[in-house]
């Protein structure tokens, strides 16, 4: 028999990784990087959260370095649930949910995938178009096709309500899967209203979808925790527990990141939360999830979670990282602010008032990807071809500089 070679093409490099490295390597002295979904300081440096500093001296002074069990900390576990269905809540369905911790959001977002790509056997799965990168490739590799739903509307600034509801009327079936970003949608930074998730609700009761909530920025959008979980408790309400009758909806899902609300990227730290129906107990899919997560990591890693579980069961600790919270959300608004005076100011053509009303770490400049790449190359400011800039990046040392560059490519009124 012929011998098999595995002849395997290059896969495209990831776009965002790459030109960071691009950035690292170019050595003009006035470089901007808004590339990176990383939060910096004033300085244009990595932050580490006081909260987060304090509970890492308490945890070197207690060392811990044995396996977790496979679900994880069942401390953290705890806390995740609280935070992200608030305590009232978390009590009322506590039965229905199985939790497990995961390899930070990305991890959560891929136990979803393979779960429901087993057990909910969708057709397909309905992601936002634009949205985080690795929706797309998350549920590829997962074997389920995905289709795009219309998010954002370019000329409004706003979601596309209509464009929204409209293809999922028309094309998701029974058991499709939706995508939904709780809060700070990456790229655009726009979310919907209250009365556009009381709409959205309907359609997916209806419809008998399945909806997965990524929630990746958490108190790191606004800096209130509860305000930005609203959209998931709203519609945990309106599916499970205002449920009519046992022809119930199949449930919902979250996939939720502890990477940006404790400026702990590296550590990898996550959770994914099933809920199912009222009437249905949830010991099957935590045996389940824990039976993946044995033959993919086996467990899941201590160190950030332990920071994250001792910040959080702390009433010192909690509140202080509520500031930090503060400290975070407060300087990108800050910095849209300043962004936007200064591009105004300068009568740079357009209209930018949403720069300052967009949320979270990502605005949706609108810059084309002509101009994105002038800026690159003429201004060595970096960032993605879609004109979706970090606000992180920004400071009061390079926003002149930032806005006298955007002023330049895209000219004057
Ligand atoms: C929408 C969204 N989901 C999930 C993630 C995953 O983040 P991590 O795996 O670092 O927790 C991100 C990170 O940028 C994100 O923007």
Same mark, same amino acid.
């Given at each position: 028999?012929?011998r098999?070679?595995?002849?395997?093409?290059?896969?495209?490099?990831?776009?965002?990784?790459?030109?960071?490295a691009?950035?690292?390597?170019?050595?003009?002295p006035?470089?901007?990087?808004?590339?990176?979904?990383?939060?910096?300081?004033?300085?244009?440096?990595?932050?580490?959260?006081?909260s987060?500093k304090?509970?890492?001296?308490?945890?070197?002074?207690?060392?811990?370095?044995?396996y977790?069990?496979?679900?994880g900390?069942?401390?953290?576990?705890?806390?995740?649930?609280s935070?992200?269905?608030?305590?009232?809540?978390?009590?009322?369905?506590?039965?229905?949910?199985a939790?497990?911790?995961t390899?930070?959001?990305?991890?959560a977002?891929?136990?979803?995938a393979?779960?429901?790509?087993?057990h909910?056997?969708?057709q397909?799965?309905?992601?936002?178009?634009?949205?985080?990168?690795?929706h797309?490739?998350?549920?590829?590799?997962?074997g389920?096709?995905?289709?795009?739903?219309?998010y954002?509307?370019?000329?409004t600034?706003?979601?596309?309500?209509g464009?929204?509801?409209?293809t999922l009327?028309?094309k998701?079936?029974?058991n499709?899967?939706?995508?939904?970003?709780?809060?700070?949608?990456?790229p655009?930074?726009v979310?919907?209203?209250?009365?556009?998730?009381?709409?959205?609700v309907?359609?997916?009761?209806?419809k008998?979808?399945?909806?997965?909530?990524?929630?990746?920025y958490?108190?790191?959008?606004?800096?209130d925790?509860?305000g930005d979980?609203?959209?998931?408790?709203?519609f945990v309400?309106q599916?499970?527990?205002?449920?009519?009758?046992? &022809?119930?909806?199949?449930g919902?899902? @979250?996939a939720q #990141?502890?990477?940006k +609300?404790?400026?702990?990227? $590296?550590?990898? /730290?996550?959770?994914?939360?099933?809920?199912?129906?009222?009437?249905?107990?949830s010991?099957? &899919?935590?045996s389940e999830?824990?039976? @993946?997560?044995? #033959?993919?990591?086996? +467990?899941?890693?201590?160190? $950030?979670?332990? /920071?994250?579980q001792?910040?959080?069961?702390?009433d010192h600790?909690?509140?202080q990282?509520?500031?930090?919270?503060?400290?975070?959300s407060?300087?990108i608004k800050?910095?849209r602010?300043?962004?936007?005076?200064?591009?105004?100011k300068l009568?740079?053509a357009?209209?930018?008032?949403h720069?300052?009303?967009?949320?979270?770490m990502?605005?949706y400049?609108g810059?084309?990807?002509?101009?994105?790449?002038?800026?690159?190359?003429?201004?060595?400011?970096?960032?993605?071809?879609?004109?979706?800039?970090?606000i992180?990046g920004?400071?009061?040392?390079?926003?002149d500089?930032?806005?006298?560059?955007?002023?330049?490519?895209?000219?004057?009124?």
């Amino acid at each position: 028999m012929a011998r098999q070679y595995l002849d395997i093409p290059v896969a495209p490099a990831d776009l965002a990784f790459g030109l960071m490295a691009d950035f690292d390597a170019d050595p003009h002295p006035h470089k901007v990087s808004l590339i990176a979904g990383a939060y910096r300081d004033e300085n244009g440096l990595p932050w580490v959260l006081p909260s987060v500093k304090e509970a890492k001296a308490y945890l070197e002074k207690n060392p811990n370095h044995e396996y977790l069990g496979i679900a994880g900390s069942p401390t953290f576990i705890k806390h995740a649930q609280s935070l992200i269905f608030g305590v009232n809540l978390s009590e009322t369905i506590k039965t229905h949910i199985a939790s497990i911790q995961t390899v930070s959001g990305t991890g959560a977002n891929h136990m979803a995938a393979l779960f429901l790509a087993k057990h909910l056997r969708p057709q397909r799965v309905f992601i936002p178009s634009p949205t985080w990168v690795n929706h797309e490739s998350i549920w590829t590799m997962a074997g389920v096709p995905h289709e795009e739903y219309p998010y954002y509307s370019s000329d409004t600034h706003s979601v596309d309500m209509g464009g929204m509801l409209n293809t999922l009327e028309t094309k998701a079936e029974l058991n499709d899967v939706v995508i939904l970003q709780a809060c700070a949608h990456n790229p655009t930074g726009v979310d919907l209203s209250k009365a556009q998730w009381e709409e959205l609700v309907h359609v997916i009761k209806r419809k008998n979808l399945f909806v997965v909530f990524d929630s990746a920025y958490q108190g790191f959008a606004t800096g209130d925790v509860d305000g930005d979980a609203w959209a998931v408790r709203y519609f945990v309400e309106q599916l499970i527990l205002n449920a009519e009758s046992d &022809a119930t909806h199949p449930g919902l899902c @979250i996939a939720q #990141s502890f990477s940006k +609300n404790f400026g702990l990227y $590296g550590e990898r /730290i996550g959770a994914f939360h099933l809920v199912v129906p009222r009437h249905f107990s949830s010991q099957g &899919a935590q045996s389940e999830l824990m039976a @993946i997560a044995r #033959s993919e990591y086996s +467990n899941p890693p201590r160190f $950030g979670t332990s /920071i994250v579980q001792t910040v959080l069961g702390d009433d010192h600790l909690r509140s202080q990282w509520q500031e930090d919270l503060n400290t975070m959300s407060a300087r990108i608004k800050k910095m849209r602010h300043e962004l936007r005076r200064r591009l105004e100011k300068l009568g740079t053509a357009g209209d930018w008032a949403h720069i300052e009303s967009q949320i979270g770490m990502f605005s949706y400049t609108g810059l084309s990807r002509q101009q994105v790449e002038r800026l690159r190359n003429e201004f060595h400011i970096y960032l993605l071809p879609s004109g979706r800039v970090s606000i992180c990046g920004l400071n009061e040392g390079n926003v002149d500089y930032v806005a006298r560059a955007i002023g330049e490519v895209v000219g004057s009124e």
